[in-house]
């Protein structure tokens, strides 16, 4: 069983994938390659990146880790610890339904507003962890927490918000604006206080990501070895 779970859980983590993703945005931005930053982006969001320059491109990206450093380890972790190797794969499955069909269009219009739901309400606990981890590992606590409570509702979505608002206080940056799906235009509101993300902030939203990542990983273990603890009390 133990070996299944090890399994299954090295199979749907996608942490290290997320932060060599972000720290690839980096080292091609800090070397102002547009051209590999824009050809990157779709690996980390589903955004155009075809008329987005350096600014732009640092903003997606770290949007982009916050977000995903729930999706991608957090969410998977905490499914784990509810209900095992089933609850990994089971996350996995709707996550990627998601990533698939979840969104606005004709084709799939109802099939896909299904899928988002269901990963909403998947990853509604997950992405509240995710916020209160970042804030934790924020080199200024009260900042972060405060632009999460702020913030964390503004968003379209019920849990990116968190997620994103928690790494604006994190980073000391303002994130939200305009983003570009194909034809589609999204205006999101602004989260934070700070200035706008720029090329630099992308390994410090990496390095976040990790902390987080070790975080989760650290809690999943401590409250998968308690709970077992206390079944084999007699």
């Known amino acids: 069983r133990a070996a ?22 980096a080292e091609a931005l800090e070397g102002d390659d547009l051209d590999r ?14 008329g987005l320059g350096s600014r732009e491109l640092a903003r997606a990206t770290v949007e982009s880790l916050a977000e995903n450093t ?19 794969l089971a996350y996995r499955a709707i996550n990627t339904l998601d990533a698939m069909v979840g969104h606005r269009s004709p084709r799939y219009e109802r099939f896909g507003w299904a899928a988002a739901r ?16 970042t804030v934790l590992a924020a080199p200024d606590p009260r900042r972060a927490l405060a632009v999460l409570a702020r913030d964390g509702h503004r968003h379209p979505s019920p849990n990116a918000g968190r997620c994103e608002a928690a790494f604006a206080g994190a ?16 205006h999101r509101p602004e989260m934070g206080d700070g200035r706008r993300p720029q090329v630099r902030d992308i390994r410090r939203a990496v390095r976040l990501t990790r902390a987080v990542s070790i975080a989760a990983a650290v809690g999943a273990v401590v409250v998968t070895w308690a709970g077992g603890s206390a079944r084999r009390r007699p």
């Open 171 to 186: 980073l000391d940056v303002t994130l939200g604006g305009a983003n570009v799906y194909g034809e589609r235009v999204e």
């Open 118 to 133: 269901l990963d909403d309400v998947a990853n509604y606990v997950p992405a509240r962890i995710t916020g209160l981890l």
């Open 4 to 25: 299944l779970t090890a399994a299954a859980t090295w199979a749907v983590l996608g942490g290290t994938t997320l932060a060599r993703e972000g720290a690839c945005m």
């Open 37 to 50: 930053a824009r050809a990157r982006l779709p690996h980390l969001c589903g955004r155009d990146p075809s």
């Open 70 to 88: 729930s999706d991608a380890v957090v969410a998977p972790l905490f499914w784990g610890v509810v209900a095992g190797a089933p609850g990994l």
